[in-house]
């Protein structure tokens, strides 16, 4: 079963607009930790933000913010006033403290912002 | 901080060859490192996990003896695909973390592997 669910596989906005991507994951877990990557089209990843299963406080950051919500099993990611160069794929990942190293991936989510 | 390099960026090569892909922790001690493999439009597939002065753990379905992974130290792993073919034409990606599972993996810019 896919433990992290990204159910949007693209997204187009234009420039200015608000968008927010969506995360789904499924652990049984009490202690795991969530991430976002954004990988652009160069193909680099890049870390944006680290979650724990015990800090549900939402985040911002600039115009990225993230929603936390233990009840959903979601961690959403929305860009606020969406800009071209926020055109990438982003990666929502799971790593549970149960399960040592692993980390697991969604299956990224397309998003092109249109000037 | 939390720098990692890897390289080559690209590699074009006739099918037989080996390719060595190296990644590197700039500016911290990877006590592990993970490669991955990413078809196009595609997420990242975990290929194996390795510590350092450790054999490499692989996931179900890679094999150990085309893709040898070695941890040498703290801030250097490698990736060589042995006798490679076409079908081993992917963009490889490392990623290096310092400390426990809490810690976010932080990744190199990745090798884009073209068998010929």
């Known amino acids: 079963a896919q433990k992290v669910t990204q159910a949007q596989t693209e997204i187009s906005v234009v420039e200015k607009e608000d968008v927010t991507l969506d995360c789904v994951y499924e652990t049984r877990d009490t202690t795991y930790y969530l991430f976002w990557y954004k990988q652009p089209p160069s193909g680099e990843l890049v870390f944006l933000i680290r979650?724990?299963?015990?800090?549900?406080q939402n985040e911002i950051s600039g115009r990225y913010s993230w929603n936390f919500q233990k009840s959903t099993s979601s961690f959403n990611f929305t860009i606020t006033a969406s800009q071209v160069v926020d055109s990438a794929v982003y990666f929502c990942a799971l790593s549970e403290a149960g399960t040592g190293n692993q980390f697991y991936f969604g299956t990224g989510t397309s998003l092109t912002v249109i000037p | 901080g939390a720098v990692v390099s890897q390289h080559p960026s690209r590699v074009i090569c006739k099918s037989g060859t080996s390719v060595k892909i190296e990644c590197r922790s700039l500016d911290f001690q990877a006590t592990t490192m993970f490669w991955y493999r990413q078809f196009p439009k595609q997420s990242l597939m975990l290929m194996a996990t390795s510590n350092e002065g450790s054999k490499a753990t692989y996931e179900q379905g890679v094999e150990k003896d085309k893709f040898l992974i070695n941890h040498a130290s703290l801030t250097l792993s490698t990736l060589t695909v042995t006798s490679a073919h076409p079908e081993d034409s992917s963009f490889y990606i490392c990623?290096?973390?310092?400390?426990?599972?809490?810690?976010?993996?932080?990744f190199g810019d990745g090798t884009r592997l073209s068998i010929l």
């Open positions: 979650r724990n299963s015990f800090d549900e």
């Open positions: 990623s290096a973390r310092g400390g426990g599972n809490n810690q976010p993996q932080h």
